[in-house]
C-alpha cells in the first residue's frame, strides 16, 4: 500500500508542469550593462542547473552580443508559421535566446498579460526555470506581461544621468503601467555607493510615486559575477506560471 502511494506520488511530480519564474530587466538609459547583467545571471543560473530562456525584446541585443544570426522570432511562433525550435536560439553554455521584439509588442498591444505566453513555456518538452525578459531601454510596456505584484529588475550606473533616467523609468512603469515593485542593481559601483544610491531613489519613488524599490546588490567595478545575485533571486516575488 506504501509502495503504491509513493508510484502515485512520484507520477504526479511527473505530470506537474514546472512552474516557470520571469524576471523582466530594464534600465533607464543605455550604457548601463543591462544586457551584459542579463547574461551573466543567464550563465551563473544554467551553471547552476537552472534550464533559462531569455525572451529579447529589444532589437537583437542579446543575439548580437552572442554573434548568433537569426532569420525568425516570437511573432512567426505566435502567427504559428513555424514551431518553438525554428526561433529558439542555443546560446553557448546551453541558454536559450527568443528574439521576440515584434511578437512580444503584438501581445502587448493585443492587451495579452503574459499568461498564455508564459504558460506555454511551461508546457514544453524541456521548461525553463527561469525566463529573462530583456526589456528595451525606452521602453517598459513589456512589464505588463507579469502581474503587477511582482518584482522588475532595474539596472543602474553610479551616475547622475543614470540614477535621473532610472528614477525616470520607474516613473513611467508607475504611471502608464501600473507596477509597483522594483529592485535596483547597481553597476560598477562598490556596495556603501551601491547603497547609498539606492537609499535615496526609494526615498523618491516611495514619497512621490508610492512604489517600492528593493535593493537587488552592487557589482563592483571590473566584476560581473552574478553568482551571489542568484542565491537572492529565488527569493524574490517574481512572477510564476505553470
Request: glycine share 8%; net charge positive.
Amino acid at each position: 500500500m506504501v509502495e503504491a502511494r509513493d508510484q502515485a506520488s512520484g507520477l504526479r511530480q511527473l505530470l506537474r508542469p514546472t512552474r516557470v519564474r520571469v524576471l523582466p530587466v530594464a534600465a533607464g538609459m543605455r550604457g548601463t550593462g543591462k544586457t551584459s547583467i542579463v547574461l551573466e545571471l543567464a550563465r551563473a543560473a544554467t551553471e547552476a542547473g537552472r534550464r533559462v530562456v531569455i525572451l529579447d525584446h529589444t532589437r537583437g541585443e542579446v543575439a548580437t552580443a552572442l554573434s548568433l544570426t537569426w532569420r525568425r522570432e516570437l511573432a512567426d511562433l505566435l502567427e504559428g508559421s513555424h514551431e518553438y525550435a525554428d526561433v529558439a536560439l542555443a546560446a553557448p553554455g546551453g541558454t536559450t535566446v527568443i528574439p521576440a521584439a515584434r511578437g512580444l509588442s503584438r501581445l502587448i498591444e493585443e492587451g495579452e498579460d503574459g499568461t498564455r505566453l508564459f504558460s506555454g513555456f511551461a508546457h514544453l518538452s524541456e521548461p525553463p526555470h527561469l525566463v529573462l525578459l530583456n526589456l528595451p531601454t525606452k521602453d517598459g510596456s513589456g512589464c505588463t506581461l507579469v502581474p503587477a505584484e511582482a518584482e522588475t529588475l532595474l539596472v543602474a550606473r553610479p551616475t547622475p544621468p543614470s540614477i535621473t533616467a532610472t528614477y525616470a523609468r520607474i516613473k513611467d512603469m508607475v504611471r502608464r503601467h501600473g507596477r509597483r515593485r522594483f529592485r535596483l542593481l547597481v553597476n560598477r559601483a562598490d556596495a556603501r555607493t551601491a547603497e547609498g544610491l539606492h537609499a535615496k531613489v526609494a526615498e523618491v519613488a516611495r514619497r512621490f510615486l508610492d512604489a517600492d524599490v528593493a535593493y537587488a546588490g552592487a557589482l563592483p567595478n571590473g566584476t560581473l559575477d552574478a553568482r551571489p545575485l542568484l542565491s537572492l533571486l529565488d527569493q524574490w516575488p517574481l512572477a510564476e506560471f505553470s
